[in-house]
């Protein structure tokens, strides 16, 4: 059986479980039947994508279905890219699927996330398995549905009917970008067909509007600024697995649609596009961090953070773009890889951060970081899995945070060697942003683990959490070390990425896997080069010899005393660093400008007994420049075209002619 039929079962298999799942709603084990076969289907497909890149890399497998449009049927093709995308968002639903087997027992509306959960994965495989704009539109439709049906599973909460409208809307919108896109790349034959789309050409007006279309329609699902506004909402909204598989898979397809469209389907755009989509990927990774950086609630910081990475991989992806235009295909390469190596890195890191959250969500029923705290006592296991995640997003070595960020900085190094003068001063511009919003996010992220994890338990929730299940536990346990493994062995993960950039750029990076001791080198050895296992093993030996030393040297004498404060013992954990207090200095700096940051202090005056109070205001200026005037002028436009609805006949027919009049010339132009 070939691979596309293998995966098409799969998908046939998980809508099949959907309908299951309504059928077992009131039997108590409802969770470990559906979680179990999501997981297994999920497994299944993995390996049929991963053994579909390495059995034969550069070869396709298609089939052709009868339904769809009545001309064309629905198309479905495993080619080097949509196999590698596969084995992203499969290797995110096994994970998802394990932690649910623990995690299920805890959701309070479990009949409205069991029949959508399945029903997610498989329209996620759909959209990377089309082979035609209709299959892939409609599955792309289907996907925003289903996850939208799992942002509203707690639908009694106001805030969560807010994300999944922000959401519905925008989904739509992006929707509709992407069908104006089809439109333009189908051309006046109208053949829907991505083989026959690749073989057309494309007048460079139109080419410019087709990636415009293209970065708006999948950057408003990946969270590109400014179409980011719905992720922040919804990610935190959706159970906690769920969010791991938004933020960790489904972004992760709406990356494969830019790459599909732009670098296959297009054939080579121009090279000022390549700015367009650099500027976008710039904006989106600093906005994403500062956003994440001033947050209390543990889930939106990392929706917020999941902005910011894919801020990180579309720069890359523009450089790619950029180095195309300029006949520098060994530069592009190695910029796509970047992007490719991060997007998986942080399906990774992403969903193993989200389900560290869903742990102590499900231990504490709290998000609030000010609510945490002192969960490293009681929490180990998930304290430890947290922090390699943290680690990893952090962008430091061993962790694979580090190969693909280091390989993106290796791209933007080469930029003096662009021909246009715009590129090589916008490139390192941007370089200094991605520079800043690596600190930026290694800052948010000590505080992340730090408030939630350490110090002292600031409430009783935190005080009586317990470790959650085994099962939970595994699934994080397996994505930590798959952050290690890539972190310490990145030429294999770049090497296997390499039948992608062959195909879709027509070069490749040096073959990594025979290089001594295990090194990766971008160009060449005498420019630069990087080894993770000989990092891993100096951290990995100075960190035992230190803790030998400390242990040999130190007294054995065991001392416990009370916390204190100043020479004096305070037993109260709100002595302690807040989530509030630790960002305050990055809020004065960069939030004034961002956010237009307002500080309001209300000081009793002497004798009075009121507690001091301060309160900070945030604004996003991008919600209220665009979307909230956006919405008022749609108020004040449907106010004013009310009157239409009292017309009489003879109008209502004089609007109907008038309207056929400008379709025609509209047809006719």
């Not at 436009?637 to 008038?658: E, K, P």
Request: charge should be positive; proline fraction near 5%.
């Amino acid at each position: 059986m070939t691979p596309v039929a293998v995966l098409l079962w799969c998908v046939a298999a998980l809508l099949g479980t959907a309908v299951l799942a309504v059928a077992i709603i009131r039997n108590p084990a409802r969770h470990l039947v559906v979680y179990g076969i999501a997981l297994a289907l999920s497994l299944i497909a993995l390996g049929a994508s991963l053994a579909s890149t390495l059995a034969d890399p550069a070869g396709t497998s298609t089939v052709t279905l009868p339904f769809g449009l009545p001309w064309l049927g629905a198309h479905f093709r495993v080619d080097a890219l949509s196999a590698f995308f596969l084995v992203v968002v499969n290797l995110a639903g096994a994970a998802a699927s394990l932690f649910g087997l623990g995690y299920g027992r805890h959701e309070e509306a479990p009949h409205r996330v069991l029949p959508f959960y399945p029903a997610f994965l498989a329209a996620m495989n759909l959209v990377v398995l089309a082979d035609d704009a209709f299959s892939f539109l409609l599955s792309w439709e289907f996907m925003s549905l289903a996850s939208w049906a799992l942002v509203m599973a707690q639908h009694r909460d106001r805030e969560n009917v807010r994300a999944g409208y922000v959401y519905l809307v925008m989904a739509g919108f992006g929707t509709l970008a992407l069908l104006l896109a089809f439109g333009l790349l189908s051309g006046p034959g109208g053949d829907y067909g991505f083989a026959a789309i690749r073989a057309a050409g494309h007048v460079p007006v139109a080419t410019a509007l087709i990636v415009l279309l293209a970065l708006v329609g999948a950057g408003s699902k990946a969270g590109l600024v400014p179409v980011h506004v719905w992720l922040p909402l919804a990610h935190p909204a959706a159970p906690s697995h769920v969010s791991a598989l938004m933020s960790g898979a489904m972004t992760k397809v709406a990356i494969y649609g830019f790459i599909r469209v732009v670098f296959d389907l297009l054939g080579e755009p121009p090279w000022w596009a390549s700015m367009a989509v650099l500027f976008a990927g710039g904006a989106t990774a600093l906005m994403g961090v500062l956003h994440a950086v001033l947050q209390r609630d543990l889930k939106r910081l990392l929706a917020y953070s999941t902005i910011e990475n894919v801020g990180v991989i579309f720069c890359a992806l523009g450089l790619a773009l950029a180095f195309q235009a300029s006949g520098m295909r060994w530069a592009a390469a190695l910029a796509l890889t970047a992007a490719l190596f991060h997007a998986f890195n942080h399906s990774l890191f992403k969903s193993l951060l989200f389900l560290g959250a869903g742990a102590v969500l499900a231990a504490t029923r709290e998000r609030d970081m000010e609510r945490l705290g002192g969960l490293i006592r009681r929490m180990p296991a998930t304290s430890l899995l947290f922090l390699v995640g943290a680690v990893a997003i952090s962008a430091l070595p061993p962790l694979n945070g580090f190969a693909s960020e280091w390989l993106t900085f290796q791209a933007i190094l080469q930029s003096p060697d662009l021909p246009q003068w715009g590129l090589k001063i916008m490139v390192p511009a941007i370089g200094a942003v991605l520079a800043l919003s690596a600190a930026l996010a290694a800052a948010c992220f000590v505080k992340a683990f730090g408030i939630t994890f350490l110090g002292r338990p600031r409430s009783p929730a935190a005080r009586e959490a317990n470790e959650v299940d085994r099962v939970s536990t595994a699934a994080m346990a397996a994505l930590a070390a798959l952050c290690l493994l890539a972190g310490i062995f990145p030429g294999v993960i770049i090497d296997w990425i390499a039948p992608v950039t062959q195909s879709l750029v027509g070069a490749r990076m040096p073959v990594q896997t025979g290089i001594a001791w295990l090194s990766i080198v971008p160009i060449a050895a005498s420019r630069s080069s990087y080894n993770g296992l000989l990092v891993f093993v100096f951290v990995a030996l100075s960190a035992s010899t230190a803790a030998w030393l400390i242990h040999r040297l130190a007294s054995h004498r065991l001392r416990r005393a009370p916390a204190w404060d100043c020479g004096f013992v305070e037993p109260s954990p709100v002595t302690q660093y807040t989530a509030d207090s630790f960002s305050q200095p990055l809020r004065r700096v960069f939030g004034t400008v961002a956010f237009r940051a307002r500080e309001h202090v209300d000081i009793p005056a002497p004798g009075d007994t009121r507690a001091a109070r301060m309160r900070v205001d945030l604004r996003d200026l991008v919600w209220d420049g665009i979307y909230l005037n956006l919405a008022q002028a749609i108020g004040y436009v449907a106010d004013r075209l009310n009157h239409l609805q009292f017309l009489t006949i003879r109008r209502y027919l004089s609007l109907v002619f008038g309207a056929l009049v400008i379709l025609l010339m509209v047809l006719a132009l």
